[in-house]
């Protein structure tokens, strides 16, 4: 992706925003993890994620786009990350795009990184084992994906 060098070639201070999401983006570029792969345009604080997936999956030969977007406080608060459509049907994830998981909401830890939610987010796609909508789907799809998970009920875990 042209814009991506150009982030990785500015020197950021250690104090700049931007400074630990650079940080990021060297890590992720320099090893990638098996079936993500992540272009970032003219702004380094929103990544697009490619997810693909194992042959043993129900997902198997779909591709999917998360779209991560960092605050200005972060890593204190998490990124905010949601599907692009088209939607991968699965019980965490809503039609809007939006995925329910603790880690966006109130279990996020600024030691956690971009890179370690996407990865969770395929690994619980690819351990379903069907596609299905998440039961409040109806409420919530009508919502603009992508907001503060403050106020959500993480029943079980399970939203």
Sequence with gaps: HPQTPNHLSKSLKTTSPNYRIQRELKQFLSAPPPNLSL???KNIRVWIIQLTFPPNTVYHGEKYRLR????QDYPTSPPSVYFLPPTPRHE???TNGDICLSLLGNDWRPTMTAQSVAMSILSILSGAPRKSLPMDNVRHSGNKPGGKQDDWVYHDDNC
Excluded: D, L, T, W
């Excluded at 991560?68 to 605050?71: M, T, Y």
């Design 92 to 94: 965490h994830v809503y």
């Design 68 to 71: 991560i977007q960092f605050p």
């Design 39 to 41: 272009k970032v345009g």
